[in-house]
């Protein structure tokens, strides 16, 4: 069983960065794909990012390419979103998930393949 706590949502302008941070209980963290997910209200919920288990490769939704940076440590058993260039679109909840297995290629981007779920924190980009 994995519990997973997110932080560092919040209200920033356009243009601006904010950094999500996902702590994991258990001792076998490193075992786990990490991914964020984000839902808007009246939208479905949607793939944001995640990092591989082994190698720790990313893969990105179209959308954050090239302004979001998703990272884990493995010896503090956390993973975080880093978010730049952010605009009102990127505005949601975001939800941090884990899986174990592996991701093969651009694998692992739906919700369906996670099994262990935060409860969210609150972004808001304001125009």
């Known amino acids: 069983q994995v519990q997973l706590v997110e932080s560092g949502g919040g209200l920033v302008q356009a243009g601006g960065s904010l950094r999500l941070s996902c702590a994991a209980s258990?001792?076998?963290?490193?075992?786990?794909?990490m991914g964020w997910f984000r839902q808007a209200p009246g939208k479905e919920r949607e793939f944001v990012a995640r990092?591989?288990?082994?190698?720790?490769?990313?893969y990105y939704a179209d959308g954050v390419k090239g302004r979001f940076t998703i990272s884990r440590d493995n010896a503090k058993n956390t993973v975080f979103l880093q978010m730049n260039s952010l605009k009102p679109e990127d505005t949601a909840v975001y939800y941090c998930?884990?899986?174990?297995?592996?991701?093969?290629?651009?694998?692992?981007?739906?919700?369906?393949?996670?099994?262990?779920w935060g409860q969210g924190t609150q972004v808001t980009v304001s125009s």
């Open positions: 258990g001792r076998t963290f490193e075992r786990y794909v």
């Open positions: 990092t591989r288990s082994l190698d720790r490769s990313p």
């Open positions: 998930s884990a899986r174990l297995g592996v991701c093969l290629g651009s694998g692992c981007a739906e919700g369906r393949h996670y099994d262990y």
